[in-house]
């Protein structure tokens, strides 16, 4: 029986997609980067790549936002932005609380039962700037972040320093995230059973194993009161 929820945040609980725009409006803004629909393609094919070694370990979080400013601002000849970009592309996702769908509800149908804590790499301060804007930091017990907790996922002791943190077995505790590597693989490597995230209907790889699949987050509430 579960008594506890670690929840990954971005593009579980936030539209990374949604805040992510806005953010980087606001960095080509302060860049002098004329922002368009052509702007966003381009930063997602240097952001999803680096998300994904992030994931397998290859690279830590703030390698990847360094790089991604570095790479860039260098496609828009604007390599001397570089630091600017980094720095007003973080401050304005601070600033932006766009949420999954039925996020809210969801919330607050499982706050009734679990104690909820956000397992999530990023930075602690944007990470709770952006919960509260949102209205959700009240749900939370608790809030693990990787340049808090001082690993990332999918290594294994970030999660076991969050089990630590929340003085709860590991049997008793679910991962609900959209990362087959950092959630899935790296919740079961520490005894943590893990629901996958999925809304976008992907096909599961043979390689994970999660516990649940979900594509909306009312169905984790309804899988969870049965």
């Not at 609900?176 to 059973?193: C, E, F, K, P, Y």
């Amino acid at each position: 029986m579960y008594t506890a929820i670690f929840l990954d945040l971005d593009d579980t609980i936030f539209s990374f997609e949604k805040c992510g725009r806005a953010a980087l409006k606001a960095a080509c803004a302060a860049c002098r980067i004329p922002y368009g629909e052509e702007v966003f393609a381009v930063f997602q094919r240097i952001d999803d790549p680096l998300w994904d070694r992030q994931k397998k370990g290859e690279l830590s979080v703030s390698q990847v936002l360094e790089i991604r400013a570095c790479q860039f601002t260098s496609a828009f000849d604007r390599p001397e932005m570089n630091g600017l970009f980094r720095d007003s592309f973080t401050e304005n996702l601070s600033l932006q609380a766009e949420t999954e769908p039925f996020a809210l509800d969801a919330l607050h149908r499982l706050s009734q039962t679990f104690r909820i804590y956000a397992a999530s790499n990023g930075i602690l301060k944007m990470q709770t700037a952006r919960l509260k804007k949102a209205g959700l930091l009240d749900f939370f017990s608790g809030l693990y972040v990787s340049d808090d907790i001082g690993y990332e996922k999918p290594d294994a002791r970030f999660f076991s320093e969050c089990i630590k943190r929340c003085g709860t077995p590991a049997r008793e505790i679910l991962m609900v995230g959209d990362s087959l590597t950092a959630d899935v693989a790296g919740a079961a490597r520490s005894g943590i059973d893990c629901c996958w995230y999925n809304p976008r209907r992907q096909k599961l790889p043979r390689d994970y194993t999660p516990k649940y699949v979900i594509q909306n987050l009312l169905q984790l509430c309804e899988l969870l009161e049965k």
